[in-house]
């Protein structure tokens, strides 16, 4: 069970499909992770429902729906990615080709660490599954960014406190 999780602003967000593709990656994995958080993403989507529901229509001018229609004839639905799920990984991995960890291209970052990009390279934040080795520690450091971490497996402990499988960590820059 997780005991750190996404704040309520980013459980709203990554519910109204918002959240940068960085976020939205470890939030996915907590969510299918953590059954409280699970809960409240439901109840947050029965909130965007009744909110959707509540708004009033317009109409649309009939040249633009013309047009928009006549768009949509023209091209071809694109056939839906059916990515299996990886071993023993989120479900969200397979959207970047990850079947499993070994096939990944892993890069030393410090004795014990290892990291692995699984975004593309149009992305304007970097997606990195890090391995750490039982018991290593990692040197002081800083980040430019927000750094935003879940862990799949395993567990570690800062000045914060211990983190074990399934807790979302966000941290700002510094």
């Not at 996915?28 to 947050?44: D, G, P, T």
């Not at 909110?51 to 639905?77: F, H, I, R």
């Amino acid at each position: 069970m997780a005991n750190y999780h996404p704040p309520m602003e980013m459980l709203a967000a990554y519910t109204a499909g918002s959240l940068k593709l960085s976020q939205a990656v470890c939030v996915s994995a907590h969510i299918e992770m953590c059954k409280e958080c699970q809960r409240v993403q439901r109840e947050l989507e029965m909130v965007g429902t009744v909110l959707l529901e509540q708004q009033e229509t317009s109409d649309m001018p009939q040249e633009l729906k013309s047009t928009v229609l006549a768009m949509l004839d023209d091209e071809p639905a694109p056939e839906p990615v059916r990515a299996e799920p990886p071993k023993g990984l989120p479900r969200c991995l397979a959207t970047f080709g990850v079947q499993d960890l070994g096939s990944l291209a892993w890069r030393k970052l410090w004795p014990s660490i290892q990291a692995a990009q699984i975004s593309g390279s149009k992305e304007p934040e970097a997606v990195e599954l890090l391995r750490i080795g039982a018991g290593a520690s990692m040197a002081k450091h800083r980040h430019i960014g927000e750094e935003v971490t879940l862990i799949l497996k395993g567990s570690f402990s800062d000045e914060d406190g211990v983190y074990g499988p399934g807790d979302f960590l966000l941290r700002a820059g510094k």
